[in-house]
């Protein structure tokens, strides 16, 4: 079983984040530029709700896509346990979605049991 590591849990949190927020800004942006041209008078805590639940929501559908890239690669044969010492799980370099799965493996080392 390969011990949870917490630079590499971080790491796997860490992207998610910023790809969470940057998500997050684009489509409040975009709400924000569609919805001020339906009602000028758009109260700023609408915006901000409407940030948050998407930053929310990019969170979970982003952990949720890795999780299926991570069975899918599983089944396949694309990602086997260490062996003999070596540090990590090996994967394909033409699994389909590597970097999903790689963040997966980082969010959740446990995944990968020998």
């Known amino acids: ?9 971080f790491r796997g ?27 000028a008078g758009l109260s700023p805590q609408i915006i ?14 982003l952990q949720a896509d890795a999780r ?4 899918f690669a599983k089944e396949k044969g694309f990602v086997a346990a260490a062996r003999d010492g070596q540090p990590g799980p090996r994967i394909a370099a033409d699994c389909p979605r590597r970097w999903l ?6 969010l959740n080392p446990a995944a990968v049991t020998p």
């Open 68 to 71: 299926r890239a991570f069975g």
């Open 101 to 106: 799965v790689v963040l997966h493996i980082e």
């Open 1 to 9: 079983m390969v011990r949870p590591r917490p630079g590499m849990m």
């Open 13 to 39: 949190m860490l992207k998610v984040v910023l790809i969470a927020i940057a998500a997050s800004q684009i489509l409040t942006t975009a709400f924000t530029v569609l919805a001020r041209q339906i009602d």
């Open 48 to 61: 901000s709700v409407f940030g948050f639940v998407t930053c929310g929501l990019v969170s979970m559908w």
